[in-house]
C-alpha cells in the first residue's frame, strides 16, 4: 500500500469509485510490527507485548482467585474454579485419567493462556491475536513436545521409549517396516509442528479475514450503490468477529487437548 493511499484512506477521502483510489487489500504488513521498545539489545513489539500482558492477567487472576481460599467461594474464586475444573474435568481427566492430576496446572495455565492470547484480537487497542505470530503457538508446542518426550522416556527407559514411540502394538510384523519410519517420523515431527501450525493458521487467517472485511467496509462506503456492499461488508466483518469467538475458544481447547493426549499417550504401557 503505497504512503498516499493510506493517507488517503486514513483521513476519509478515498472510497470505491473515487478515480485512482484502489482498494488497499490487507497482507502481511498486517502481521509486521515496529518495537514499540528496547531494553538493551531486545526490543520489544507489539506481540511481545500483549504475550507478557496476557501472562500476568493469567498469574495475577489465579493468584487473586485462590490466594486465600474459602469454603464458601466469592464470586472471583467461584470463577477460577470454574475455570480450573472445566479444563481439569473436561479435559485433563477425561483423557488422561487420575494420572494427569499432576499436569493439571500446567494444562490450564496454557488454556488460559491460549485463548487469552487470541482474544486480544477483539480487545480495543491490541486488535491482534497474539497466536497469529508462529513463535508463540511454536514456543508452547515446543514445552508440550519436550514434556512428551522426557515423560516418554522417564517411564519407558530408551529402548522402551522408541518402541512406544515407534512400534504400534497389534499391527503384523510384515507391514512394521513401513509403520515404524511413519509413526517415528510423526511423532517426533509432525506432532508439534502441526500442533503450533494449527494455532497459528486459524488466528492468522481469522484475523486477516476480519481486518479485510472491516477495511472494505470503509472503502465501499460511498453515496452511489458502494453503501450496500459498505454494509454487505460491515455485516460480515461482525459475523466473522462473533465467530472468531468462537475459534478462540476451540483452538485453545484444542490444543489443550492434543497436549493431554500427548502426555497420554507417554504415560500409557502399550502404544
Known amino acids: 500500500m503505497s504512503a498516499e493511499l493510506t493517507s488517503s484512506l486514513a483521513s476519509g477521502?478515498?472510497?470505491?469509485?473515487?478515480?485512482?483510489?484502489?482498494?488497499?487489500?490487507?497482507?502481511?504488513?498486517?502481521?509486521?510490527?515496529?518495537?514499540?521498545?528496547?531494553?538493551?539489545?531486545?526490543e520489544f513489539n507489539k506481540p511481545m507485548?500483549?504475550?507478557?500482558?496476557?501472562?500476568?492477567?493469567?498469574?495475577?487472576?489465579?493468584?487473586?482467585?485462590?490466594?486465600?481460599?474459602?469454603?464458601?467461594?466469592?464470586?472471583?474464586?467461584?470463577?477460577g474454579e470454574i475455570g480450573y475444573d472445566f479444563v481439569k474435568r473436561s479435559i485433563v481427566l477425561e483423557t488422561i485419567g487420575k494420572k494427569g492430576e499432576k499436569y493439571v496446572p500446567m494444562l490450564v495455565s496454557m488454556f488460559f493462556f491460549i485463548w487469552l492470547m487470541n482474544i486480544m484480537s477483539i480487545i480495543p487497542f491490541a486488535q491482534f491475536p497474539v497466536a497469529?505470530?508462529?513463535?508463540?503457538?511454536?514456543?508452547?508446542?515446543?514445552?508440550?513436545?519436550?514434556t512428551y518426550m522426557t515423560l516418554t522416556f522417564k517411564k519407558h527407559g530408551f529402548v522402551g521409549g522408541l518402541k512406544n514411540l515407534c512400534w504400534p502394538s497389534g499391527i503384523p510384523g510384515w507391514v512394521m517396516f513401513i509403520l515404524v519410519?511413519?509413526?517415528?517420523?510423526?511423532?517426533?515431527f509432525v506432532r508439534p509442528f502441526t500442533l503450533a501450525v494449527r494455532a497459528f493458521a486459524n488466528m492468522f487467517a481469522g484475523h486477516l479475514l476480519i481486518v479485510m472485511f472491516s477495511i472494505a467496509s470503509?472503502?465501499?462506503?460511498?453515496?452511489?450503490?458502494?453503501?450496500?456492499?459498505?454494509?454487505?461488508?460491515?455485516?460480515?466483518?461482525?459475523?466473522l468477529t462473533a465467530f472468531e469467538l468462537l475459534v478462540q475458544f476451540l483452538q485453545a481447547y484444542i490444543f489443550v487437548m492434543l497436549a493431554s493426549s500427548y502426555i497420554a499417550g507417554a504415560l500409557e504401557e502399550a502404544h
Open 181 to 188: 519410519p511413519i509413526e517415528f517420523f510423526s511423532n517426533i
Open 218 to 239: 470503509w472503502y465501499l462506503l460511498s453515496p452511489t450503490l458502494g453503501a450496500l456492499y459498505g454494509s454487505a461488508s460491515f455485516v460480515v466483518a461482525v459475523a
Open 49 to 79: 507485548l500483549l504475550s507478557i500482558i496476557v501472562a500476568l492477567l493469567v498469574v495475577v487472576f489465579f493468584w487473586a482467585a485462590f490466594a486465600k481460599p474459602r469454603l464458601v467461594p466469592g464470586k472471583l474464586q467461584l470463577v
Open 132 to 146: 497469529a505470530a508462529i513463535a508463540f503457538p511454536a514456543g508452547l508446542s515446543a514445552i508440550v513436545w519436550i
Open 13 to 42: 477521502s478515498c472510497h470505491f469509485g473515487d478515480a485512482g483510489c484502489g482498494f488497499p487489500a490487507p497482507g502481511l504488513n498486517e502481521f509486521q510490527f515496529k518495537p514499540i521498545f528496547s531494553i538493551g539489545s531486545v
